[in-house]
């Protein structure tokens, strides 16, 4: 090929390359564009005042289509599936007790997107925000609404980074004391510290305000650990637990566990741990479960799985009986005052 | 098999710098195209790296944290194919250079199609292993081109060149993808969809503009029995005693990621400042490759080499030291981190091809850079182990304690080689 046929297959190329990558680009945002306005058939979304100390009401985010999608919704908490009252509050993660919330929340930039912490009051108003390292994937808050964790990811920014790892913060809302890094607390583990640099740690629930559980992950294992905010310590109680969530009565961990012959595409399964006994029982959902459970009252569990509308909450008895059955589509995050 | 070398500078060198002509010849037309093919690629694949951990989380609802897991699994592959690429590249009497790093280019170019099809983890583990599989196949044949492509004179600056295109493209890269998502929103599909087209751009430029063969004047010799193998290759002192200094500096360069936790922390910055620190390095490396390559043509690559070193230890230094946090601080550590990088990453490229017969450049550019990679992923697990075991102020300590010492040792090893880079003067073999 002499010069000018190689420019004339260069700009060819160019061109074809171009004209997809555009129509693409289009693609997208025309999709991204019907995501905005309401869907025929969807639940019904009206703007108005949320309170989160309101105890008739449960609140998650909304991700039906239109304009209120990723909103902290309100709807009855008897009737999960009835008319969302939407806050204009957008959040990826959120969590909320005793009229206290955390919204993990994407902030637009000019030139990139960052990611920030909000604690919210009972009428959503933001009283601190901070700064996150990575994309959120976990929040809670204590029972008391004193206390509120976050969970992050963090990848390298190395080349095809495959690296990633969590960061898990604590926050007092009262004295603003930050612990911004979990991993900082002595790990045990059968009575042993764990010196190792590859701890994780990530999904806290909290029993109390000193004292909570989480998953730490070292050498491949997965542990329940019992966390200690006074001693800053983490006591590794149970292995191959992930995002425990504590029952309202303090005495069982609803958590993801990997099952042994599932598909590595999906391995985890809903069981219920009784903290006593330290017995396993698996719940009624035979699907993978990919999420951090919530407690409704002290004996059903709701979860997030994947729905046309990105998630849905599903609903299954803890105590290893009955069947999953569909709570709300298109919604994510719930929190139920208990 | 000195004057063979001699007698196989390429053409394209020859023509752009005739014998008398002062170092300050143009950049040969080859190594500007690598370069561009390298800025169009790492466009390509930053805009990847840069969506993949919200793609993972936001839009698949996947927890990613198995990833680390099989992180040494991917090096040992990588290092793997990396030698194998070098040494098939070596293969067909000068062609085999381009065959083999467009092979590289185009598997990671595939790839990016192929995150639209796969979801969930091990698969995308999968294919982001074959993609850095195509970065480990095309990285030793490219510099073996770029080496081959210009005067040995002015290599350490077609480096220096090559290298800022590099890591203009990767600067580059967060930014387009964050365009196509400021213009859809969670339009991860199409990110990938340019990406993939950016990446087959890169493809479609090397295989038009880059010379077949790079050693059009060398009549061909019979293939097998004159090249030397790998081992001949590290038995050559000036080979081996390069290797030995990239792997014993590489021992004692702690991994970006861990630099950058300790910066953040040493000078207590603000989470949100976290993910700007990779772009200080790259600024600073971009803006410092073509002069400190060209800086390293006068005064010799190894010289350059060990100094980039220097101020990677300076660095480690202000880290170390009670200076309290300030924005100054942060700036020139990220300075002196891209400088690190301006002064060692082409420049030990050059300094190889120096040491290395055209044969087997392939072969020798990846031993040497396999030695590097290999040593460096070591520091990044004894960093780590140090790092949990007495904190992050030893763990640090402790390597610029070996660092000083790495380099103390290097210069020994490097100063009894003859003749350091001076102009036409390659080591005699």
Redesign the interface.
């Known amino acids: 090929?002499n010069r000018t046929s190689?420019l004339v297959?260069?700009l060819v190329?160019?061109v074809v390359?171009?004209a997809?990558?555009v129509g693409?680009?289009?693609?997208?945002?025309g999709?991204?564009a019907r995501?905005d306005r309401a869907q025929a058939g969807g639940p019904a979304v009206t703007p108005g005042a949320v309170r989160l100390d309101d105890p008739h009401r449960a609140f998650f985010r909304n991700m039906a289509w239109g304009p209120h999608r990723d909103e902290i919704t309100a709807v009855p908490a008897g009737r999960l599936s009835g008319p969302r009252t939407a806050s204009g509050v957008r959040c990826?993660r959120f969590h909320a007790a005793a009229g206290t919330g955390i919204c993990l929340e994407a902030v637009h930039g000019e030139?990139?997107?960052?990611y920030r912490a909000v604690v919210l009051d009972r009428r959503l108003h933001a009283l601190r925000r901070?700064?996150?390292?990575?994309?959120?994937?976990r929040a809670r808050v204590s029972p008391s609404g004193r206390t509120v964790a976050w969970t992050v990811?963090?990848?390298?920014?190395?080349?095809?980074?495959?690296?990633?790892?969590?960061r898990t913060s604590v926050l007092d809302t009262r004295s603003w004391h930050l612990d911004?890094n979990l991993e900082t607390y002595a790990l045990t583990v059968d009575g042993h510290r764990v010196?190792?640099?590859?701890?994780?740690v990530?999904g806290v629930t909290f029993a109390d305000d000193t004292h909570f559980y989480a998953t730490a992950?070292t050498g491949?294992t997965t542990y329940l650990v019992r966390g200690d905010r006074t001693a800053r310590t983490l006591r590794a109680l149970h292995s191959n637990v992930?995002c425990p969530s504590l029952s309202p009565d303090g005495t069982r961990i609803a958590y993801k566990k990997r099952v042994r012959g599932a598909d590595?595409?999906?391995p985890w399964r809903l069981y219920v741990l009784d903290l006593r006994s330290l017995r396993e029982t698996a719940t009624g959902e035979h699907r993978n479960v990919?999420?951090q459970a919530v407690w409704r009252d002290g004996h059903t569990l709701v979860y997030?799985l994947?729905g046309d509308f990105?998630?849905d909450l599903w609903t299954v008895p803890a105590d290893g009986t009955g069947a999953p059955h569909l709570l709300v589509s298109a919604a994510l995050a719930p929190a139920f005052d208990r | 098999m000195y004057l063979a070398d001699r007698r196989a500078t390429p053409a394209a060198a020859v023509s752009g710098a005739r014998p008398g002509r002062p170092p300050r010849a143009a950049v040969p037309a080859t190594v500007l195209v690598l370069g561009t093919v390298s800025l169009i690629t790492d466009i390509s694949s930053e805009m990847v790296t840069a969506v993949l951990p919200l793609y993972l989380v936001a839009e698949l609802g996947l927890s990613p944290l198995g990833f680390g897991l099989l992180d040494g699994v991917y090096n040992g592959v990588s290092a793997l194919v990396r030698l194998i690429g070098g040494r098939a590249s070596d293969r067909g009497r000068g062609g085999g250079h381009k065959t083999v790093a467009a092979l590289g280019y185009g598997l990671s170019a595939l790839c990016k199609p192929l995150l639209l099809m796969v979801h969930t983890l091990p698969l995308i583990g999968a294919v982001l292993a074959a993609d850095r599989t195509g970065k480990g196949l095309r990285t030793a044949p490219r510099d073996a081109l770029i080496s081959l492509s210009c005067e040995p004179a002015t290599r350490g600056r077609a480096f220096g060149v090559h290298r800022a295109m590099d890591t203009a493209g990767a600067l580059l890269g967060p930014l387009v993808a964050f365009l196509v998502l400021r213009a859809a929103a969670d339009g991860y599909d199409a990110v990938f969809t340019v990406s993939g087209c950016v990446a087959a751009l890169g493809v479609a430029v090397l295989l038009l503009f880059v010379p077949g063969r790079a050693r059009t004047s060398v009549t061909p010799r019979p293939d097998t029995a004159a090249r030397p193998t790998v081992g001949s290759l590290l038995r050559r002192p000036a080979v081996r005693r390069l290797t030995g200094c990239a792997v014993l500096l590489g021992l004692t360069t702690v991994s970006d990621s861990f630099l950058y936790l300790t910066l953040q922390r040493r000078l207590g910055l603000s989470e949100a400042w976290f993910p700007l620190l990779p772009l200080g390095t790259a600024a600073a490396f971009l803006l410092l490759a073509v002069p400190l390559g060209a800086l390293a043509d006068r005064i010799g690559r190894r010289r350059l080499f060990l100094l980039g070193h220097l101020a990677l230890l300076a660095a480690y230094g202000l880290l170390l030291a009670p200076l309290g946090g300030s924005t100054v601080l942060t700036c020139l550590v990220l300075a002196l981190h891209g400088g690190f990088y301006a002064s060692t990453d082409g420049v030990l490229a050059a300094a190889t091809a120096d040491a290395v017969p055209e044969e087997v450049r392939g072969s020798g550019l990846a031993v040497v850079q396999t030695g590097q990679a290999a040593a460096r992923f070591g520091c990044s697990l004894a960093f780590g182990a140090a790092w949990t075991a007495w904190g992050d102020r030893w763990a640090l300590g402790l390597a610029t304690g070996g660092l000083a010492l790495a380099a103390a040792l290097s210069a020994r090893l490097l100063r009894r080689v003859p003749a350091p880079a001076v102009p036409l003067s390659e080591p005699v073999t």
């Open positions: 090929m190689r297959v260069l190329t160019v390359l171009g997809v990558a693409a680009t289009l693609h997208a945002a999709r991204a995501k990826l030139l990139r997107d960052s901070y700064d996150l390292a990575g994309t959120p994937t990811f963090v990848s390298g920014d190395s080349y095809a980074g495959t690296a990633f790892s969590t911004a010196h190792t640099a590859d701890i994780n990530w992950a491949g992930e590595p595409d999906a990919d999420d997030s994947p990105g998630s």
